[in-house]
């Protein structure tokens, strides 16, 4: 019970890893606002995990909206009486060969996988900063670290939010508030069916076995597991990693060592 009377934010906390995290800071004692696009979907996630309903609140939070962040802030803290940490969660990933992406698509990378999590840690920040301190982890990529084909824009937002970590580490670090993210690889959740689905056609092999095939090579090559990524995001928030600061942690079975 790392996280006994603590309470957090989960952004993108209607499926995925979202979920996951949601449960496992669950079992870790705090309890959460679980924020997503739909407010319907973050409900069937909370009365999964949490029937009797009295530890988590659904809203509907889009990250790319200043106000509504502000809002989500306001309503978790004005409903749990406090909020101790924040986990950048949400994020969006449309495959396309750099050569045909669109400005859009490109727009649309930065604004939800950067501006969402920059919008949501200042909000939090603040709040974090009048009540003493609080906790930040951002769910980067390894993809920010290496990169991947197909994926430019998707590659460039996960790079810029393994910069902002580190910038917002330094900045923070004297209020209390301690700043680090994760750097998963190939985690068993609709985003990465997403991406199989993509190449199928453009590679003649089926969406399945291209699937098969995205786990970590580290791991015999099975797939991470929302649930796993989320006991390292638990370790973050909690006390025993108050002298990690800055850090994006690559949790990807060592694929990334670095
Ligand atoms: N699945 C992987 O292999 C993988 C690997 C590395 C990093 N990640 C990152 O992990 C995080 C979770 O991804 P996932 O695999 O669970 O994907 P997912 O698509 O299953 O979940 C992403 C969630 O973010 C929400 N979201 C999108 N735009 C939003 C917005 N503007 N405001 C609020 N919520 C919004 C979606 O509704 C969705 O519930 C993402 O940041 C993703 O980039 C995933």
Request: hydrophobic share 45%.
């Amino acid at each position: 019970m790392r996280l006994k009377d603590t309470v957090v934010a989960v952004t993108g906390a209607a499926g995925g890893i979202g979920e996951g995290i949601a449960r496992i800071l669950l079992a870790e004692g705090a309890r959460m606002a679980l924020w997503d696009l739909s407010a319907e979907a973050t409900a069937a996630v909370a009365a999964r995990i949490d029937p009797a309903g009295d530890r988590t609140l659904a809203l509907a939070v889009d990250v790319t909206d200043e106000s509504a962040v502000a809002r989500g802030i306001d309503s978790t803290a004005t409903h749990f009486g406090r909020l101790d940490g924040l986990v950048n969660n949400a994020g969006t990933i449309t495959m396309n060969a750099a050569w045909d992406a669109t400005a859009a698509e490109w727009q649309r990378h930065l604004a939800v996988n950067v501006t969402g999590t920059f919008l949501c840690a200042q909000a939090a920040g603040r709040y974090f900063k009048q009540h003493g301190g609080g906790r930040i982890v951002n769910v980067a990529s390894n993809a920010g670290k290496v990169g991947y084909q197909n994926m430019a824009a998707y590659n460039a937002s996960k790079a810029a939010v393994i910069s902002l970590t580190r910038s917002l580490a330094l900045e923070w670090s004297g209020e209390n508030i301690n700043v680090n993210a994760v750097c998963p690889g190939g985690v068993d959740t609709p985003m990465l069916a997403q991406v199989a689905e993509w190449l199928s056609p453009r590679l003649d092999v089926p969406a399945a076995e291209l699937l098969a095939g995205m786990g970590a090579s580290g791991l015999g090559g099975r797939r991470i597991q929302p649930d796993e990524v989320a006991r390292v995001i638990a370790f973050l928030l909690s006390d025993d990693a108050i002298i990690i600061r800055g850090q994006s942690i690559s949790v990807d079975g060592g694929d990334t060592p670095y």
